[in-house]
């Protein structure tokens, strides 16, 4: 079924405004969660020389904006939620961007990593396609995408007052390789636990350099 553009400004409202309302306990669910790996994997895929220019894509409360600065690079947010962007203003001294994830406005060529943790599975599969194609215009040639969503069997929906998309491995594939992203490596978390224990996708994608 095709989402008409009242549908998606529903979908776009309802789930920021669920955000909104539950920003600070959020914020405190996931201040200690551990995703130095997720890190790790974007970072050691980019190639050239530190500090490295980071798109925090999805950014929430800041968290990790505090880890790529306390690393050495320059971080800039984006998130949809007013109440996420005061905070990880507030919290990380970055630069942060308010933009709603189907009306993206973003500089051409400008990040050499891309880190969208447990975030692209709220754009509905319909709007995906254009959403990549703008991270993929985003990044410098040679730049890396990092993305993590919980995993299904391509099916979308709401989640309560949340709407998301969950992707199995071969159509997200499909779907990056269309935006003309080169897949670098995936895996599944949380790791060493058996894959039905394992609700998170991750990947890692290059932009090839001959690519505008």
């Known amino acids: 079924m095709k989402h008409t553009p009242e549908d ?3 979908i776009t409202s ?6 909104n309302a539950v920003a600070e306990s959020f914020r405190e669910g996931t201040r200690d969660h551990d995703v130095s790996q997720n890190i790790d994997a974007l ?9 490295f220019r980071i798109l ?11 880890t790529f600065t306390q690393l050495g690079h320059v ?3 984006l998130d949809g939620s007013q109440a996420f962007v005061r905070m990880a203003r507030q919290d990380s001294g970055c630069e942060v961007w308010q933009q709603d994830f189907l009306k993206l406005d973003l500089p051409n060529e400008r990040f050499d990593g891309i880190f969208a943790n447990a975030v692209l599975f709220h754009v509905p599969v319909q709007e995906l396609p254009r959403v990549l194609k703008q991270l993929h215009a985003t990044l410098k040639p040679g730049g890396v995408l990092f993305s993590s969503n919980p995993r ?3 099916q979308e929906g709401w989640n309560g007052q949340r709407f998301g998309a969950y992707h199995d491995l071969t159509a997200w594939r499909a779907l990056l390789g269309e935006a003309g992203f080169v897949e670098l490596e995936h895996y599944y ?13 991750a990947s890692v994608w290059r932009k090839s350099r001959g690519q505008a």
């Open 43 to 51: 970072l050691r895929h980019i190639q050239g020389q530190g500090p």
């Open 152 to 154: 299904g069997e391509n």
């Open 56 to 66: 925090d894509f999805g950014c929430g409360p800041g968290r990790d904006l505090r």
């Open 75 to 77: 971080a800039v947010g």
């Open 189 to 201: 978390r949380p790791t060493g636990l058996p894959r039905e224990q394992q609700p998170w996708l």
């Open 8 to 10: 998606l400004q529903a």
């Open 14 to 19: 309802t789930t920021l405004d669920n955000y």
